[in-house]
């Protein structure tokens, strides 16, 4: 059955009561929407690996969404791999907290859970806090392509293009990691952050929404730039706990996709 939601915007919700839209590994490419900011986070051969990508960015973006059920049947049918692959990337999703599996019933995508935003909030605005303020302190610190990125995000905004907006967003703060010299953090929360990124897709539709993380953008950018280290930590902050703040309110508009 499709199910097509108005409220993800430009977001892809072409979504059957199984599984969402998922592509055929052999159709993966760097160039592919879907593969855009988890492609950048390393890159790796073994299947099963592509598959977890696949699926959880599927997952993270809301292609899949929060309560489906997942057929291995399908998934190995859609994804054309075999099932030895597709249990690994499942036991790995599992272990996100993403994905339960539960014998006799079945494995599903888990619900949002106002826990686990709360904790990779916590995680994130740690960890980036910290590398903004490892920036500052970087006197070869080099915000070039922050700022393309910001022109990059203005761009989408225009054009309404959420999936592009979102890409940039993550590469901007990839970039902020990047020139702290910790990139191997931002890869090593990335399992974390998508408790956070479904929250974060939810709310994007909201142009209000969009036009305030660009303003917080751009304020990070000014702070790195300016190389201020309590200004950079504040805004880091603040825009980090936006996604826990609108939480309830999200919470309360798409009941079907949380649990206590
Ligand atoms: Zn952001």
Not at 54 to 77: F, K, N, Q, V, W
Not at 173 to 196: C, D, I, N, R, S
Not at 211 to 239: F, Y
């Amino acid at each position: 059955m499709i199910r097509q939601t108005d409220h993800l915007g430009c977001i892809q919700v072409a979504q059957c009561e199984t599984i969402g839209v998922v592509k055929p590994v052999d159709e993966l490419t760097d160039a592919s929407p879907a593969l855009a900011s988890v492609g950048r986070v390393r890159k790796r051969e073994r299947i099963s690996d592509r598959v977890y990508d696949e699926l959880a960015s599927a997952i993270r973006d809301m292609r899949i969404l929060p309560g489906s059920a997942l057929s291995e049947t399908d998934l190995a049918e859609r994804l054309q791999v075999s099932r030895t692959p597709l249990r690994e990337a499942i036991a790995r999703l599992v272990e996100t907290g993403l994905v339960s599996v539960v014998p006799q019933v079945g494995t599903r995508v888990e619900p949002i859970r106002l826990h686990d935003v709360e904790q990779a909030r916590f995680v994130r605005e740690s960890l980036e806090a910290s590398a903004a303020e490892a920036v500052c302190a970087r006197p070869e610190r080099d915000v070039r392509r922050l700022r393309a990125l910001l022109a990059e995000q203005e761009r989408c905004f225009q054009i309404h293009d959420l999936d592009g907006f979102f890409a940039a967003d993550e590469a901007l703060h990839e970039q902020v990691f990047a020139l702290a010299g910790y990139v191997g953090a931002w890869q090593l929360m990335q399992p974390t952050k998508m408790h956070l990124d479904r929250i974060r897709r939810l709310s994007l539709p909201d142009e209000a929404t969009v036009r305030a993380l660009i303003d917080e953008h751009a304020a990070i950018v000014d702070a790195l730039e300016a190389g201020d280290p309590l200004a950079a930590r504040a805004h880091v902050k603040r825009h980090a706990s936006r996604a826990s703040t609108e939480a309830p309110a999200l919470m309360a508009r798409y009941p079907d996709y949380f649990a206590d």
